[in-house]
Nanobody, 124 residues
């Protein structure tokens, strides 16, 4: 059984930074990702990383501002968020799932284990 626990959320002004952490217990799958869900909106992926390769992917909405990384010795995945905008306000979740040849780590449907989420609020 895999358990994921996010931490590090909070309130910050626009332009500020936050670092989220995801503590992993149990055997995670080959992909880790951060998703977010804002009030009234669908959940969206914001960062993906292959656990073995450490290859990463970011959608354009966060590219250049967010960085996903992992510390395998600590079984922790991080999301460094810089230049935050009010539209980044959401609950952020980490998740783990298997890679596939066609989509690699992308695709929400592959993620079967999720954390409880941590709230990020960015004020203007």
């Amino acid at each position: 059984q895999v358990k994921l626990a996010e931490s590090g959320g909070g309130s910050v002004q626009a332009g500020g930074s936050l670092r989220l952490s995801c503590a992993v217990s149990g055997k995670a799958s080959s992909c880790m990702a951060w998703f977010r869900q804002a009030a009234g909106k669908e959940r969206e992926g914001v960062a993906f990383i292959g656990r073995d390769s450490s290859n990463t992917y970011y959608p354009d909405i966060v590219k250049g501002r967010f960085t996903i990384s992992q510390d395998n010795a600590k079984d922790t995945v991080y999301l460094q968020m810089n230049s935050l905008k009010p539209e980044d306000t959401a609950t952020y979740y980490c998740a783990t799932g298997p890679a596939d040849r066609r989509r690699w780590c992308r695709g929400e449907d592959k993620y079967g284990y999720w954390g409880q989420g941590t709230q990020v609020t960015v004020s203007s």
